[in-house]
């Protein structure tokens, strides 16, 4: 199994512990869901997976392969996508250019052809261009292909970032808050979007406040709580927890 | 006719020189470099065309790819530390190698002719190979662009960590813009060497660094087109303000913080966006129509 798995995780800013801890596999093909109150490690943690901060303890491996310590494009590369907190699109591209640039994996021409414009650079950007266009169709978003990024609605900015991510096929996908900001149909698409993409084989991590979202799509659900598991189940284990209850969902 | 030509032609060889330099500072922006090195670059690449013209029989072609090459090295090797590095870090390091090659070319005089510089170059350089070599550099650079190393460096400039997550080594492209900026920078220089008879090391100082960004800025940091239009208007306007022509520098200095102010995009990238904006406005299906979209 290629699965993504945290061992014993941990990550501290000076005196404060961010993550400690913390186990867990993620496997391919599954929803997983990340929750906990603000503060309790989930981006941390997604940002140690993908190599912007270093773990300060345990390691984190993909299909055997070590992940931590990695730089974060040789990562990305291994095939683990992601989406962040706050959408992070390139403003002054449009949007079918955000999307051409996440394409980045599959390129195969060297520096040198790249340089000169041999055929098989316009080749591989009609390739691209043509396969953005296609996801944009896929998602409903074909109409704002020529809109500069930062010109579209919040929720459609997700959905772009979400495309780019995909553009790498990737094996994994870690999304930060993706639902955030959308309204309910919105985020209902993107739920059977998410399915879509599980059911191909995509590894997906989830983090979320929306919790009727999760409770939906996620299979499995882990719930974190200053930087510890304080549970994991499917969405009916984890409801009725006590401790989650006293941590987060409230009584 | 004949007059005209002759009097205008010395400041049109000079556009196309300094539109080399401009280019080379425009590489390094639009790949999000913050690099003033293209003075320094252009230092080594007049200083190592002119000797290798003068004092071996390379003949011009060869000189002229040795100063390239002198460039190219100097970039990389500038990328070493430097790659790493952001923003202000790289711009402050990089104003050290500029400062560095002016003491260089003063000190190394067997070389260089120290302060009085290498005079009785012999003029290989054409104003039709001056333009030759302004097209094919922009006719390169809008193919980088338009390919997959223009993409990565769009996203490089515009976000950092996005370009990583997705794939894209930013020291990679980082190390070939250095190298990209070196090369075209020295290339200038060199044919500043062989259009003009002679260089000093003051003409590779503060003043160049300067010019090059303020070309770029002026004219426009997206548009291949920008650093050309820069280095007209920044050439053009002291010739036509004569009385002025001292105070170049002056001139400048003003024209840049106005255009930053009220045009930051420049002037070829401000009418791109009015364009487009104009364009925005029309009606909806004209506008799917140019875009060559289908109908809604």
Redesign the interface.
Known sequence: MDSLRLDRLGKHFGGIEAVAELSLAFAPGRISGLIGPNGAGKTTVVNMI???IQPSAGRITLAERRVDGA???EI??MGI??T?QNV?L????TVL?NI???F??H?H?S?LA????LPP??R??RDFRAQAHNLLTRFGL??F??RPAGTISFGHQRLVEVM?ALA?SPDFLLLDEPAAGMNDVESRNLGAIIRDLAADGVGIVLIEHNMRFVMEICEAIHVLDSGRLIASGTAETVRRDPAVIRAYLGG | MGNLVATYRPLFDLICIYAVFAFSQYVALRAGLFSLATAGFASIGGYAGAYLLKETALGPVLSGVGAILCGVAAGLFLSLPLARLRGAFQAIATIGFVQIMVSLSLFAAPITGGALGLNAIPKVASSGLLVAIVAVLML?LA??N????G??F??IR??Y??????????NKYSR?AFA?SGAIGALGGCLLAFDTYSIQPDLFGFPLLVFAIAAVILGGR?SVAGPLVGTVFLMVLPELARPLADERLLLQGALLIVVIIYWPRGIVDGLVRRWHDRDAAQDPQARRDR?G?PA?
């Open positions: 993908t190599g912007l730089l974060p494009h990305a590369r996508a992601r962040f992070r390139l403003k002054e591209a250019d051409v640039v996440g980045h994996r390129e021409t520096l790249c340089s000169l414009g650079v316009w591989e950007r074909v109409e292909a020529a780019r790498m | 390169l193919v980088i338009r390919g997959g190393i993409r990565a769009d996203a515009q976000d960590t996005v370009a990583a997550s997705l794939g894209i080594s930013t070939y990209l997206s875009h979209l809604a």
